[in-house]
């Protein structure tokens, strides 16, 4: 803060400063303004949240603002809903109208401080709340890659934030909740990253070294990627060439780690018993999904139709 202090050439103490000390003040950044006011909020203790942004037809941002999230008041449409489901969350906007503004500058190619309101109507935080406000809580990078590497070695994630906690110092030391660590631990797990994708097409790629017979098939999306795979080995395609006059396929409703429905294709033989014709792991369940499920199953069994087939839908 007192490198910003210094570089904006204010000479006041943060929880000083008032609408006069600001306006007029240049920043070399948007990200530079907004951890002024993220570090400025921190020290008087409120909650902040973006508000207003416009830019130009060159990508710039011209007008940009900030307000403490008990600003203004919830729109009535959220609060009259006829088709509510819950409950509304309880109100903690209470009309305050305190506001960052910056505006771009085409002379100076900067951003200058428009509007700078600091007075509040509500009770501020205390320190000991600190770390509980909203735009305050966030886990660190280091942190959250240690996170994924404990938990592959097996550790729960109460025993990582305990770890965490101990690290730190205290648990109000550590910059988030343990709520906050199980939401990024778990948005890390939704997905298929690059990482799952490669290993997944490394393994198919090395099971024709020894069935020769296997077939794997799969899409990507204009980012590069998967969104949809199929695959079946030799013993399965030999299968469905003995046992092939019906077919039944249904998806397992995103029960693996990747939240990606599997569909599982499947007959049976003349015993009764089940026969597994093939696996796809789709994106989602729309009828062009089931369309290219369907083209590459047959041509994995060299175009053989079944002479029924159940689906459930």
Same mark, same amino acid.
């Given at each position: 803060m007192r490198k910003l202090m210094e570089? /904006?050439?204010i000479g006041k103490d943060p929880s000083d400063l008032l609408e006069e000390d600001m306006v007029?003040?240049?920043f070399k950044s948007v990200e530079e303004v907004e951890s002024f006011y993220h570090i400025y909020s921190k020290i008087i203790v409120f909650s902040v949240r973006k508000n207003q942004c416009r830019k130009n037809q060159a990508g710039i941002? /011209? /007008?940009?603002?900030?307000c403490c999230l008990n600003e203004g008041f919830r729109r009535t449409k959220y609060i009259n809903n006829p088709n509510r489901v819950r409950e509304p969350r309880s109100e903690i906007r209470i009309g305050y109208r305190a506001m960052f503004r910056v505006c771009y500058s085409k002379i100076t190619k900067l951003w200058v401080v428009k509007e700078f309101r600091a007075n509040h109507n509500h009770c501020m935080a205390t320190d000991m709340q600190k770390h509980f406000l909203r735009s305050h809580r966030k886990i660190s990078a280091t942190e959250l890659e240690q996170a994924k590497l404990l938990k592959i070695v097996g550790m729960k994630t109460s025993e990582i934030w305990n770890l965490?906690?101990?690290q730190n110092g205290g648990w109000d030391k550590v910059g988030c909740t343990k709520k906050d660590l199980y939401n990024s631990l778990a948005a890390g797990r939704r997905g298929v990253d690059?990482?799952?994708a490669n290993t997944t097409l490394t393994f198919l790629q090395s099971k024709l070294d020894i069935d020769p017979e296997f077939f794997y098939e799969?899409?990507?999306d204009e980012e590069s990627r998967l969104t949809h795979l199929f695959w079946a080995d030799g013993a399965s395609r030999f299968d469905y060439e003995l046992f092939g006059d019906s077919l039944a396929f249904d998806s397992t409703y995103k029960t693996n780690r990747c939240q990606m429905p599997l569909v599982v294709l499947v007959g049976s033989n003349n015993h009764g018993m089940t026969c597994v014709f093939g696996f796809a792991l789709i994106q989602n369940e729309t009828a062009e999904t089931y369309t290219w499920v369907l083209q590459k199953f047959l041509e994995c069994t060299k175009d053989k139709l079944p002479e029924t087939m159940v689906a459930d839908q």
């Open positions: 570089s /904006t050439n007029g003040v240049e941002v /011209t /007008t940009r603002s900030w965490f906690v101990h690059d990482l799952d799969y899409m990507v």
